[in-house]
């Protein structure tokens, strides 16, 4: 296993890659290999929103309460840990650089890594990954927006069967975007080579890390009717390399929804595991509990047999769980309370700090419940950001956590502190949303001549920080003459990005990578994260020129560039950095958070139970 060193200064600047932030543990004998797994042992830990989808690529799943999991049952070329550094996982497989002109990257598969069911991991499952998350195959100029359901955020049973549609949101200007040509695929099926059309700056990470390869043979089973694993593999193979439209359209769909549930499915197969833990239990809306893999042969191998992950949205119930040895470790969205509560448990490490995650609330330009699509106008857009309290909510929501050190957070591409951040943020235009101005926005909407605008803001209506949110941004919004109405939901992060929900929301973005270029995902037209039908060519451009710029200063100044056209356009408005507050029981060892997702599950396979925590 060989780790890439980076810098802290670089980390903070690039970080980038966003994804939608949202038992007492009992002892056991050690097995009798060599892999440290301690027979019978078990831990629980807490999170605030429950698993959804075993997909996380795809624009409904790509939540971190669905990648928490995904990264520890589906392994991968590389992973980041908590300096935080770019590890290669030589045990999964190595990737190489075979030509710089054209940039040539060639994956290998390690000889002996399967599948939970035994089947082997080979080029059937890379290609169809390729394929996805390039969407060189997909039908020209499709569009899914009539056909996802406005309740729930998935597509409709309406949804055309005879499209090629993979929704991994990507663009031809980015990752595997820019590899056009379908990957040679080795003769002994182990190893597929990739060209890109353009340099890429992130070509290391294009492949993702943990979490995001899935079982060809199950896709090809359930979309093609096949039976034989092997049948199946070799069906996703000739379709990719034969273009057959008739066999991707299905095989794209299944990709799409296929993995999605909420419960443990009746067909073990959609839960195949890859990496060092598989599923084992799942009752929808309470726990999941992970079971080391007995098929898994790499070199992250847990210590505790089974991981249990309880779903609790409100901070002081996890807390009370916590100090009841219901649980062992929480994390969850930090309020003032929580932290009151958890200083007073004994027993417990608390650890505290700043999160990559960082709050903001997003407009919809296009497709929003309001009939009137009210944000259309950017003088409407201008208007209700003047409304939005930022200090206010950090002042009362997150100073009472970490006192002087919350973070007011006024850029969209720079994380406070970072090279760059404080020249972009006195240039960006935010000082103008620095304080609320009623009066200014008032006459803005006098200038539109809307009157009485409706506006239905989404959030996390099971997150008692959310729910105080929405109130001080409803009171302040209300002032000037706008209706904001409750769009909350418990359900809010399968319904991001869907037509007709909602036209405002605020949430967490999470950094889950230290890629140059991943920002422009939520800003580019058509990017996975790309929520609110926003479309700017000038944003387009900054795109495509940072994904083949290699020089850091220039880096920079792209993303300062970026960032002065998104508050330029009114885009939206950012709020705060999270606070971090974890509390970990002294029956577990071995947790260390990451600033990146998934932060404290970043080494769950280093977790152990300790002394305190063994039977006797």
Not at 195 to 214: H, Q, R
Request: some cysteine; glycine content about 8%.
């Amino acid at each position: 296993m060989r780790i890439k060193r980076i810098s802290a200064a670089v980390a903070l600047t690039a970080a980038g890659a966003l994804a939608i932030s949202g038992c007492a543990a009992g002892g056991g004998e050690e097995t009798g290999d060599d892999s440290g797994l301690v027979e019978g042992s078990s831990i629980t830990a807490a999170w605030n929103q429950a698993f959804y989808s075993a997909n996380g690529n795809t624009s409904f799943g790509n939540a971190t309460a669905n990648n928490n999991i995904n990264y520890l049952t589906y392994d991968g070329f590389s992973y980041y840990n908590n300096t935080p550094e770019l590890v290669q996982n030589t045990s999964f497989g190595t990737y190489e650089l075979v030509e710089e002109d054209p940039l040539t990257v060639k994956y290998t598969l390690a000889d002996d890594v399967t599948w939970s069911d035994g089947t082997p991991i080979d080029a059937a499952d890379l290609m169809l990954n390729w394929a996805a998350l390039s969407r060189s195959l997909d039908t020209p100029d499709f569009d899914p927006s009539d056909f996802t359901d406005a309740e729930t955020g998935e597509f409709t049973d309406a949804f055309p069967t005879d499209v090629i549609y993979f929704d991994s949101g990507a663009s031809p200007d980015a990752q595997f975007g820019l590899v056009h040509d379908t990957p040679e695929v080795s003769e002994d099926g182990k190893s597929i080579t990739m060209v890109y059309s353009a340099p890429y700056v992130d070509w290391e990470v294009a492949f993702g890390t943990l979490g995001t390869i899935l079982p060809a043979h199950v896709v090809a089973k359930n979309a093609l009717g096949l039976d034989d694993n092997e049948e199946a593999k070799q069906a996703v193979l000739d379709a990719i390399e034969s273009e057959d439209a008739a066999a991707l359209a299905p095989i794209s769909a299944f990709w799409n929804s296929g993995f999605n549930f909420t419960e443990l499915p009746d067909d073990p197969e959609l839960y195949l595991a890859s990496g060092p833990y598989m599923i084992k239990d799942f009752v929808a809306d309470q726990y999941i509990t992970l079971t080391a893999n007995p098929e898994y042969k790499g070199e992250n191998t847990p210590n505790i047999e089974d991981i249990t992950v309880r779903f609790i949205p409100d901070p002081l119930a996890a807390a009370q769980a916590l100090e009841n040895g219901e649980v062992d470790v929480i994390s969850p969205q930090a309020t003032a309370d929580l932290k009151t509560a958890l200083d007073a448990i004994d027993g417990i490490t608390v650890q505290t700090g700043v999160e990559g995650t960082y709050e903001h609330l997003d407009l919809q330009f296009e497709n929003g419940k309001n009939p009137e699509n009210i944000f259309k106008d950017p003088k409407v857009r201008e208007a209700f950001l003047k409304t939005v309290p930022r200090q206010e909510i950090v002042d009362k929501l997150i100073k009472p956590i970490v006192g002087e050190d919350a973070l007011l957070r006024s850029s969209q591409n720079f994380v406070p502190g970072s090279e760059g951040y404080d020249d972009s943020v006195a240039n960006n235009g935010s000082d103008a949303f620095a304080e609320v101005d009623i009066e200014g926005a008032k006459a803005l909407l006098a200038e539109s001549g809307i009157t009485n605008p409706e506006v239905c803001i989404l959030y996390a209506s099971n997150n008692p920080r959310r729910v105080n949110e929405f109130a001080l941004i409803q009171a302040s919004a209300n002032q000037a003459g706008f209706n904001v109405t409750d769009c909350g939901s418990d359900k809010w992060g399968g319904l991001l990005g869907t037509p007709g929900a909602y036209d405002a929301v605020f949430f967490g973005w999470q950094s889950t990578s230290l890629a140059v270029t991943d920002w422009s995902a939520t800003f580019k037209t058509g990017g996975i994260n790309n929520m609110n039908f926003y479309s700017n060519p000038e944003i387009d451009a900054l795109s495509a020129e940072i994904s083949s710029e290699f020089d850091a200063e220039k880096q920079i100044e792209i993303k300062q560039e970026a960032d002065k056209i998104l508050w330029s356009d009114f885009y939206g408005v950012t709020i705060f950095q999270f606070p971090a507050v974890t509390g970990i029981s002294d029956r577990v060892e071995g947790i260390d958070a990451s600033i990146l997702a998934p932060t404290i599950f970043w080494n769950t396979w280093d977790w152990a139970v300790t002394d305190a925590g063994s039977e006797e």
